[in-house]
């Protein structure tokens, strides 16, 4: 089940495609924190919402706001993943312990062994203050977020 609206974030450190460890806390107090849980890099879908946000990224990453894209791929596969789409925005590992961080938000399905297409958007005071959850072959509607974006 997904974490609740108005909870705490639960927290997390995971390192990005070039090694770094990116923890949650880092952002509090100073930016918003959009939370990307996907299945797989180098799916077609999974490819699609990435490359999206490439596109889009000042109104994902800017001095307000870090975006943070998870899934259970390994660091050297996100690397690969990052390099060949241009994303320049972190995307962390939660392969080990595997899917622990997805699970603690509630989007990790145990059937497949990957996380479903989660959103969260994290407050800078590290309260939930958005979400919506996807199957995995269901593409998000960014919209939705970057409208909640901007009314933070």
């Known amino acids: 089940m997904p974490v609740e609206i108005g909870a705490v974030a639960p927290e997390f450190e995971l390192r990005d495609q070039h090694g770094q460890m990116v923890r949650l806390a880092d952002f509090r107090g100073r930016k918003n924190v959009v939370l990307v849980f996907y299945p797989y890099a180098f799916t077609r879908v999974c490819t699609s ?3 999206a946000i ?10 307000q706001v870090q975006v943070l894209a998870i899934s259970t791929d390994t660091v050297f596969a996100l690397r690969v993943f990052a390099e060949q789409l241009g994303l320049e925005f972190p995307l962390l590992s939660d392969f080990w312990p595997h899917g622990a961080v997805a699970r603690s938000y509630g989007v990790f399905d145990e059937l497949r062994g990957c996380v479903v297409r989660g959103t969260f958007i994290v407050g800078r005071d590290g309260a939930l203050r958005w ?14 977020y970057l409208k909640v974006l901007g009314a933070l």
């Open 49 to 51: 919402e990435m490359c």
């Open 54 to 63: 490439r596109d889009e990224l000042p109104a994902f990453q800017s001095d």
């Open 131 to 144: 979400s919506v959850v996807n199957a995995i072959p269901d593409a998000r509607n960014q919209a939705e």
